[in-house]
């Protein structure tokens, strides 16, 4: 029997499968046989080559080696470029075709923390007014009148969440502030604790 020239069928047999196992569905099948048609390649490779010319067998190894990823990421870049490479690895879609309202959303996104007034009556949906653009919105589970000042806290696909600005709110000054009104009164005794008893 001639080995070695089998040993190359075997190994040009085995590079078709690869390929096969990319356009064909065979649920794993073709894989299998790619694989015992490389270990028959090896077999017959060790031998025609090992006993008698080590120097072939070691190029084989090499080459297999090489052979098969060159194979493999060679068929990839070629059906990449290709419309039929499009059909087989099924390219994923583009972002716009999947969140058709991607730009709408990061310009709503960019509202957030803005004011307006509402046009309408919050129910919770309804319509607002935020820098002259007018825009469908909801509140945070609450009614609310017409002509009244709302914050954008959120966005919600293509509408945007408002809360009722509180007149009566009053944002904190300064840092500094609200440090000095954690710290105690200069006149108290940073080492009393409360429950000290003062002495007699």
């Known amino acids: 029997m ?7 069928v075997l190994l040009i ?44 067998w070691w190029t084989y190894v090499a080459g297999v080696i090489v052979l098969i ?44 923390g803005k004011q307006g007034r509402t046009l309408t009556l919050l129910t919770p949906g309804g319509l607002v007014d935020v820098e002259g653009e007018r825009l469908h919105c909801f509140s945070d589970g609450m009614v609310i009148e017409p002509q009244t000042p ?22 904190a000054d300064t840092l500094d502030e609200l440090a000095a009104a954690d710290e105690p009164p200069p006149s108290e005794d940073p080492s009393r604790l409360d429950f000290d008893v003062p002495q007699g």
């Open 2 to 8: 001639n080995y070695d020239l089998l040993a190359l």
């Open 13 to 56: 047999v085995g590079c078709g499968l690869i390929v096969a196992e990319i356009f064909l569905p065979s649920g794993g099948m073709i894989s299998v046989m790619c694989v015992i048609a490389f270990m028959a390649s090896g077999w017959c490779a060790y031998k025609a080559w090992w006993e008698t010319s080590p120097g072939f």
């Open 69 to 112: 990823p060159t194979v493999i990421i060679s068929l990839f870049r070629v059906l990449s470029n290709t419309p039929l490479g499009d059909r087989v690895l099924l390219a994923a879609p583009d972002p716009s075709e999947v969140t058709p309202y991607r730009e709408e959303e990061a310009h709503l996104s960019q509202l957030i």
């Open 150 to 171: 709302v914050e954008v806290v959120a966005v919600r696909g293509t509408r945007v969440m408002v809360r009722r600005i509180d007149p009566n709110a009053r944002p």
